[in-house]
């Protein structure tokens, strides 16, 4: 059986254990953007019923994978794929490399080695220290997140370029997983000529705040995408989802603003953290991860105030904070961690 892992943002689940509660609770345990992208004011009516009421058309997920590729810069789109969510690829990647070895530096996203637990070959878990200088094997594959889950790390355009290359010379792949690079876009190599032994996965729904909508873009070498695709099957991505892609795609004002949105508030968010006794040890724009010798005690604190947040099974110091929207949720936070 493949282990289960504990995701942020099940709020029903949580306000079942916590039933006492009575205030609304805000949910900080995602990475997702607190700013929705506002599909309902910026798209007519009557396009959104067409979109949900038929079987999604052709032309228009062509549209949003040009969007796609324009916003990224992306010059020649022929490899990339509209998916239902970067999951939807992480999902089928042991059988598209059936033969393959997962090699996985941690801390990493915990679908990665979750989805390769009953592949043919055990994965290798190893500190990222230890990869940059690991000697790869026949038929591997590594798994790299930038920036990285939970911690935000950033691994340099020039240590990708060397994976990959020495991944290339042993028949081996290298997954880029960049969910998170919209706040980071300067070190994307989405633009780039990227390398025909790579596989570069976006995700729509992180900095949009449309986590639900569950879209993603992905490069995959020529040879893979058929498979992929055969895998998948028709009408993988649902024609509302594509629309607001399209529609969201091509708002630069909404897109800029959102960014500089997100940049003042990760500020905010590391200043109050400091001011409660936090070690930064770690973020984007998106989050912020911070390290307490009491987090056990921080928890219930928050969660009787109505504050969640993400917690690590793993790293039981360690809390990961999402951005709050406003200055009204900033305050509350300050509230709940005594921050004056």
Known sequence: MIPSIHHGGDMQAVKAQYPHVQEEWLDLSTGLSPFVYPWQEKIAAVDLYEASSKLPQTSLIDACGEAWA??????DRTDWLLTAGSQAIINILPRLLPEYQAVIPVPNYGEHARVWSRSARPAIMLEREVLKSFEYGDQQVVFLTSPNNPDG?????????????QLKEKRG???????????????SIAAENIPDNMILLRSFGKFFGLAGVRLGYAKL??????????????????????LIAFKALRDDRWIEDTRTALSKGAV??????????????????????????????????????????????????WIRFGIPASEEEFNRLREALYVR
């Not at 790390?153 to 290359?165: L, Q």
């Not at 040879?223 to 594509?242: C, D, F």
């Open 221 to 242: 070498p020529a040879g893979l995408k058929g498979k992929a695709q055969a895998i998948l099957g028709p009408w993988s991505v649902n024609g509302l989802a594509a």
């Open 153 to 165: 790390y950033i691994w340099s355009k020039e240590t990708i370029w060397k994976m990959a290359e």
């Open 70 to 75: 324009l916003y990224l810069g992306i010059k």
């Open 268 to 317: 905010k968010l590391k200043t109050i953290l400091k001011a409660s006794g936090f070690e930064i040890i770690g973020g984007t724009d998106l989050f912020c991860l911070g390290y307490h010798k009491d987090t056990n005690r921080l928890t219930e604190q928050l969660n009787g105030s109505a504050i969640h947040v993400r917690r690590f099974e793993e790293y039981p110091n």
């Open 173 to 187: 792949y290298l997954l880029l997983d960049e969910a998170f690079a919209d706040v980071a876009f300067s070190h």
